[in-house]
């Protein structure tokens, strides 16, 4: 069982940034491939970025490459999502997930944990 508790959204203008952060329970977390989506109201669900266990790994989606870090602390269990030049299209809810997997992945169904998501406002 891994525990995930997301932290960092609020209300930003654009070109602003924000460092969203999620902390993991249990003793095995760098076994997990751990991943940021975000659901804008109305909208499915979508990929943000994912991240490998040892942190070597990273994938971006293309609409946030570029402006978007994703990173790990596998010492504090700790994922983050570090945003820049955040634009109004970015407002979301964001979660952290983690799968237990070899490979990075980008399908939520391949993720088998969730936080219960942190909100996200981009005000223009």
């Known amino acids: 069982q891994v525990q995930l508790v997301e932290s960092g959204g609020g209300m930003v203008q654009a070109g602003g940034s924000l460092r969203l952060s999620c902390a993991a329970s249990?003793?095995?977390?760098?076994?997990?491939?751990m991943g940021w989506f975000r659901q804008a109201p109305g909208k499915e669900r979508e990929f943000v970025a994912a991240?490998?266990?040892?942190?070597?790994?990273?994938f971006h989606a293309t609409s946030v490459r570029g402006r978007f870090t994703v990173s790990r602390d596998n010492a504090k269990n700790m994922v983050y999502l570090q945003m820049n030049s955040l634009k109004p299209e970015d407002t979301a809810v964001y979660y952290c997930?983690?799968?237990?997997?070899?490979?990075?992945?980008?399908?939520?169904?391949?993720?088998?944990?969730w936080g219960q998501g942190t909100q996200v406002t981009v005000s223009s």
């Open positions: 249990g003793s095995t977390f760098s076994s997990y491939v």
């Open positions: 997930a983690a799968a237990l997997s070899d490979v990075v992945v980008a399908l939520s169904f391949r993720y088998n944990y």
């Open positions: 991240i490998s266990g040892s942190g070597e790994v990273t």
